[in-house]
């Protein structure tokens, strides 16, 4: 099911606004085990494809104007091109990633080196979470999945790191394992004092769709041909919204409301278990006078 907004509606001007993200080369990309329901390590990874279509995005992004950093890639850590999974960053404060499965437990901690190298303070995580990939910034709030990946208990622990309000989602569809999966934010600034996301209903479970509905009235639905390629793991200044190129009717949900979608290859990620917002780690940079 899905929510366009109606054709005798005129979709508000959108605004872009410049955007600080990390990212991090799929140098030593492959598939070598299985983590997730996307990952075939028996089937074969082209490294070089991953790469063009990685610098694809990237080039997409200079283009947007977006202020790009760079975190090396560490050989033996294939995921690490998810740089959205490293942490989360917010408000000057970095609160770094704790990774439940061991194979990727090492980026933490060189995603918080970077972290301090570039002048952030680093909260370090004692409960399980994978950054970005469970924690949303929706306007004020910090949305929260739980379910697969993060536990519970680093939603009150981020709670704590930014005295901000934390809303626990529970994901239920193993297809959907981080957050970021199932959630886009349309909106990172808020809109009229509204942030708006696109949402993906059969991810959650009931308690977390009422909550949804409520607080996001005139979001966008996803359907589930548009999620079963991570259309929804997209990333989005305002106006522009960088999704998955397949993702054609999102796309043209997207334009209904007034925003640009712009579509990217990354089917070679995909393999991987990831798309174009795990590629991608808002800095949310302090803003200063």
Not at 24 to 42: D, G
């Amino acid at each position: 099911m899905s929510n366009p907004a109606p054709a005798t509606t005129t979709a508000p001007a959108r605004t872009a606004t410049k955007r600080t993200v990390l990212m991090c080369k799929p140098t030593h990309y492959t598939v070598s085990y299985r983590i997730n329901p996307w990952m075939h390590p028996e089937e074969p990874t082209d490294t070089a494809k991953a790469v063009a279509q990685w610098q694809t995005l990237v080039d997409t992004y200079e283009r947007l104007g977006f202020d790009i950093h760079f975190i090396d890639p560490i050989e033996g850590l294939p995921d690490m091109v998810y740089a959205a999974n490293g942490g989360f960053v917010l408000d000057g404060v970095a609160y770094g990633a704790k990774f439940q499965y061991p194979e990727r437990q090492p980026e933490g901690p060189a995603y918080m080196d970077w972290f301090r190298e570039h002048g952030l303070r680093v909260a370090e995580p004692v409960e399980t979470n994978e950054g970005e990939g469970d924690f949303l910034l929706v306007g004020d709030v910090i949305l929260a999945g739980t379910g697969f990946r993060s536990d519970s208990t680093s939603h009150e622990e981020i709670a704590r790191v930014y005295g901000r309000e934390v809303v626990t989602l529970k994901l239920v569809n193993p297809a959907f394992y981080h957050l970021d999966t199932a959630i886009a934010v349309l909106d990172p600034e808020p809109v009229d004092g509204v942030a708006n996301i696109a949402y993906l209903e059969s991810a959650f479970d009931e308690a977390s769709l009422a909550e949804l509905r409520r607080r996001f009235p005139d979001a966008i639905i996803a359907t589930e041909e548009d999620a079963a390629i991570l259309g929804l793991n997209s990333y989005s200044d305002g106006h522009n919204v960088v999704i998955a190129a397949r993702a054609t009717t999102f796309a043209e949900q997207l334009r209904q409301r007034g925003y640009n979608p712009i579509g990217v290859d990354l089917s070679e990620l995909l393999l991987g278990g990831g798309g174009v917002k795990c590629c991608t780690l808002d800095l949310h940079p302090v803003e200063t006078a």
